[in-house]
């Protein structure tokens, strides 16, 4: 009986994240921070003068929704 061929293993992943996984993530960042200036700037201005208006607890509160949305949206795909 001949022996069996050894088993290949892919290398080791680096907890390291790529630059490349980095520039990719900035882009898709500054898209979709230009969409809506781009699509609508009456909105878009519209926008900015009510978030003016809000106080800084609601601010943060929104800062957190969206801290927390892209923390579970990278435990998903992780």
């Given at each position: 009986m001949a022996p069996a061929p050894p088993v290949r293993r892919p290398p080791p992943r680096s907890s390291r994240?790529?630059?490349g996984s980095w520039l990719t993530a900035l882009a898709l960042?500054?898209?979709?921070?230009?969409?809506l200036p781009f699509l609508s700037p009456g909105g878009w201005r519209r926008m900015f003068e009510q978030l003016l208006q809000l106080q800084?607890?609601?601010i943060r509160?929104?800062?957190?929704?969206?801290?927390l949305a892209g923390l579970?949206?990278?435990w998903l795909v992780a």
């Amino acid at each position: 009986m001949a022996p069996a061929p050894p088993v290949r293993r892919p290398p080791p992943r680096s907890s390291r994240v790529e630059s490349g996984s980095w520039l990719t993530a900035l882009a898709l960042v500054l898209l979709a921070e230009g969409l809506l200036p781009f699509l609508s700037p009456g909105g878009w201005r519209r926008m900015f003068e009510q978030l003016l208006q809000l106080q800084d607890g609601q601010i943060r509160f929104f800062g957190l929704c969206s801290l927390l949305a892209g923390l579970a949206l990278l435990w998903l795909v992780a």
